[in-house]
């Protein structure tokens, strides 16, 4: 943080357990006028801990009286809070609200809640989540781990077991072939049929309901 050794900069780290927010402030040095951390700037800024320490990627700058405190609360799990399932294989029927579209490959996201070390288990046994694929046929399934960030998760050699499942439902409309395009005519000349039906039925009861009126008046007072 120091653009020199000679300024011998001594700084004043603080968090505060109300908030879960930390402090950065200048406690003496030679001539402190400020002291800048370049989260968002420099070669390093793919691997700050910004993140972490709750502050949002950008520079903050502090000095012996104006303090940076994180605008977030600090998080040693640095935003982990559950594994990101994405694929090539994208449904249809999901729209993420980040991006906007199907486009962020996202097939599930599974929520941690788990202490350290733990082991955790999930299954969609009860009410598993379904995708809708646009594809016809399937070449290569593409999986990756990610956290909310896109950064891929390590799992430091940790064994785990990922199982997807596929359903494959014929839809005979899909492709036009003389057994349902004879299908789809028939439905369709039946359902003109029972329309037909129901409306002479209607013009029928109307026929006979006015020959009930006309007797009706024909009869003598």
Known sequence: METASTFSFVYDITFDNSTGKVSFLIVSGTTPLNTTINFSTG??????????????????????????????????????????????????????TEIGDSGSG?????????????????NEFGNPFKHKLAQSSIKQIEIKITDSNDNIVDFNGLPYTFILEAEFIFNPAS???????????????KNRLTMNKGLANKIIKKINNNNNIDEGNRKPK
């Not at 502090?62 to 640095?78: E, K, L, N, P, Q």
């Not at 072939?177 to 005519?185: F, P």
């Open 106 to 122: 996202e097939l599930l996201v599974i929520p941690i809640s788990l202490e350290p070390y733990s082991i955790l288990y999930y």
């Open 175 to 189: 492709t036009l072939t003389i057994m349902n395009k004879n299908i789809d005519s028939e439905i369709a000349l």
């Open 43 to 96: 070669s390093n800024t793919n691997k700050n801990i910004h993140n972490i320490i709750g502050f949002s990627n950008t520079d903050i700058v502090f000095t012996t009286s104006s303090s940076a405190t994180s605008d977030r609360i600090v998080d040693m799990a640095d935003g982990l809070d559950g594994l990101h399932i994405k694929s090539n294989l994208v449904g249809v029927n999901v729209i993420t």
